[in-house]
């Protein structure tokens, strides 16, 4: 939800939510200024990989190959090497959050709940970080200098990339991005001396273990080769460790081949954690789900009858069995011995709860038939509870199903056409058939513009939809809150959101027409209800989307007309990492030729990519699905030109334009 102000916690808090994640672009004061506005539990995030773009709003992972970073499957191509004006650097790789110094401010601050960076890595490196940030929290005042030099200690050992604080000290950060650091992440050890025989030789800065992890990261940009030290060798002879500056060999991966100046980092200890990935996999497999309690009445109507009744999950069972039974001399049956026999549930998700016997006969039963009845009762029972569950599970898919909104969109006659410009000079395309509208960007200014010599805008208000910007921090919302009644006044009516925060600028006005832009995430008919029940009159799908899931949404009967963008020049990244010494008149240019451009007018960075997205020549088949109306954004090119000119007319007559990328629209996001 990205979010990020005072604004989208009250939305939050609204939409009955008890917790927010604040966005990690925050420092402690904005932090802290939110929590004035809320009485929302507030959670941010405190250690690991940090983002170059805006959190949740990064389209560069899929736009290379559907990947999505949006959905949890990024490929980071932000980790990659670069070229710019004759130098190599990794310009988007940011470091590694580390908040270890900071955690009493960030409780000053307000933040309640911590989070740690821990979805696919090691368990050596959950171990350490958790150790190091409890060591600090547990700490008392006097003992915090301490337990901060200790926990900083321990953090070395989770071999990330190197610290920064990121934005929490407010200052624009300048320790974020290193372009002369790799960056994957690993302690840089060494560097490959020779590789002969199956071994690999080096002299490690730092000691080396049997069980350690390296990976040899290749001078150029492609991806590093990782493995375990199985094989350690000093001198030729077999040993367990080595110490730093001391020549090794070390058993090579089959397969694969390395040069000399290769990179080795080391990535994992074997000090610490050595079970290999597809180890670790079989013994998470073999865990357990959670077990059923059971609740255990047993009785005895006669001696050669003994009844059970268990009541579990909701359920109840209740079996009669045959016994055979001797007089007791001693030690006669009891709720000692019962529960003892069934509180052994072997490999079966069940445990025993509450037992509880009535009177019971001065007998002996034969602990091989009570074991028999206990396992043949606890099978059917441990069956019955799976069979239940599987038909819950069933029923809610059922009606997950039927709550979708029914399938039936008819085509659309002729979808409008809505152009994006990026000021107001270029009014005059109203006047151009075809065009039906144009969507304008909001910044602070734009109504002393409209007063001072565009006010012909004025005339056709229903025409024009003012487009919000991703990110509007507290400090300027006023600012916006100040444009957005002023535009209401002179009689502006169509706003368009890209973020849900967004909605409170409009608190207190009415007959406004709002809209979502595509950074709302658009991808299947219930979030496009949610709009039209937030009060939203149109949204716009996601530009990630492919063919088959935007025909899946555009077929539904959602109550809103639906939108598609059919030509832009997509902003990969927008960020608040500043990018010193590049200029937007050379791109960066990847080992692939991937070639991006930078630009920092807004005060935010945005990356975007030289090739431009288009479904131009598509344009009938999204009719057909149901589609309402088309974006064209032009911004980056202007309406005059000569570029935009061609893809006003590749419009017109639905052809597709040469060097133009259709995204995933043909392929799949995954």
């Known amino acids: 939800m990205t979010i990020h102000n005072a604004a989208g916690v009250h939305m939050a808090e609204r939409l009955g939510f008890s917790r927010a994640v604040l966005a990690r672009e925050l420092s402690l004061e904005e932090i802290a200024v939110i929590k004035r506005e809320t009485n929302l539990d507030l959670e941010h995030f405190i250690h690991g990989a940090h983002c170059f773009s805006f959190s949740g709003q990064c389209s560069f992972s899929s736009w290379l190959g559907g990947m999505s970073g949006n959905r949890g499957r990024c490929a980071q191509p932000c980790r990659r090497r670069y070229h710019h004006k004759g130098k190599d650097g990794y310009y988007f790789s940011p470091n590694d959050l580390s908040a270890i110094d900071l955690l009493p401010e960030l409780a000053a601050a307000g933040v309640m709940s911590f989070k740690i960076e821990g979805r696919m890595k090691s368990a050596e490196y959950v171990a350490n970080v958790i150790q190091a940030y409890r060591t600090v929290l547990d700490a008392s005042e006097r003992e915090r200098p301490s337990a901060i030099g200790t926990a900083k200690e321990l953090l070395k050992e989770s071999f990330g990339r190197l610290p920064t604080r990121g934005f929490l000290p407010g200052t624009p950060p300048v320790d974020m991005v290193n372009p002369g650091v790799h960056g994957a992440t690993g302690r840089l050890i060494g560097s490959v001396e020779g590789c002969q025989g199956g071994l690999l030789s080096f002299l490690p800065r730092d000691p080396v273990h049997l069980g350690d992890r390296l990976r040899i990261q290749p001078a150029t940009d492609k991806p590093g080769t990782a493995f375990t030290i199985r094989d350690l060798r000093l001198a030729g002879k077999p040993v367990n460790r080595v110490k730093g500056g001391e020549r090794v060999a070390v058993g090579s991966p089959p397969g694969k081949s390395f040069r000399v100046g290769d990179r080795i980092y080391k990535v994992s200890s074997g000090k610490a954690f050595n079970l290999s990935q597809s180890a670790c996999r079989k013994r998470l497999e073999s865990v357990s789900p959670g077990e059923a309690v059971v609740d255990l009445v047993v009785a005895m109507p006669t001696s050669e009858r003994i009844e059970l009744t268990a009541a579990c999950h909701g359920l109840s069972l209740t079996r009669h069995y045959t016994v055979e039974s001797f007089p007791a001399t001693s030690r006669p049956l009891s709720h000692e011995v019962l529960a003892k026999v069934f509180g052994k549930t072997g490999q079966l998700p069940l445990t025993l ?278 974006v064209v954004d032009l911004a980056h090119l202007g309406t005059s030109s000569a570029g935009g000119r061609r893809v006003l007319a590749a419009y017109g007559q639905d052809v597709a334009l040469s060097g133009r990328s259709t995204f995933n629209y043909l392929l799949e996001m995954i």
């Open 353 to 630: 709860g509450r037992l509880e016997c009535g009177p019971l006969p001065a007998v002996v039963l034969p602990l091989s038939r009570l074991n028999a009845v206990r396992r043949e009762f606890y099978q059917e029972l441990a069956d019955l509870v799976e069979s239940c569950q599987h038909e819950a599970r069933t029923a809610h898919r059922r009606q997950a199903m039927a709550d979708l909104v029914p399938v039936g969109t008819s085509p659309v006659a002729m979808p409008r056409l809505a152009v994006v410009l990026s000021n107001l000079h270029d009014l005059s395309l109203l006047k151009q058939e075809g065009v039906d509208e144009l969507i304008l960007p909001l910044s602070p200014g734009t109504c002393d513009k409209i007063e001072a010599g565009s006010r012909a805008i004025i005339k056709t208000p229903e025409r024009i939809l003012w487009d919000l910007p991703l990110a509007i921090f507290d400090k300027d919302w006023p600012v916006f809150q100040m444009e957005v009644n002023r535009l209401v006044k002179h009689g502006f009516r169509r706003f368009r959101l890209q973020n849900i925060g967004q909605l409170m600028l409009f608190d207190g006005n009415e007959d406004l027409s709002l809209e979502s832009g595509y950074r709302l995430f658009s991808t299947n008919s219930q979030a496009v209800c949610s709009w039209r029940e937030l009060g939203l009159s149109a949204a716009t799908l996601y530009v990630e989307d492919d063919r088959d899931n935007l025909a899946a949404v555009l077929n539904r009967k959602a109550g809103l007309p639906l939108t598609v963008t059919v030509y832009a020049n997509l902003p990969m990244m927008v960020s608040r990492i500043p990018l010193s010494g590049v200029k937007p008149d050379r791109p960066l240019v990847s080992d692939r030729d991937e070639a991006y451009k930078v630009d920092d007018r807004t005060g935010l960075t945005v990356v975007r990519p030289e090739q431009d997205f288009s479904l131009v020549g598509h344009l009938g088949e999204l009719q057909k699905m149901g589609c309402s109306r088309f």
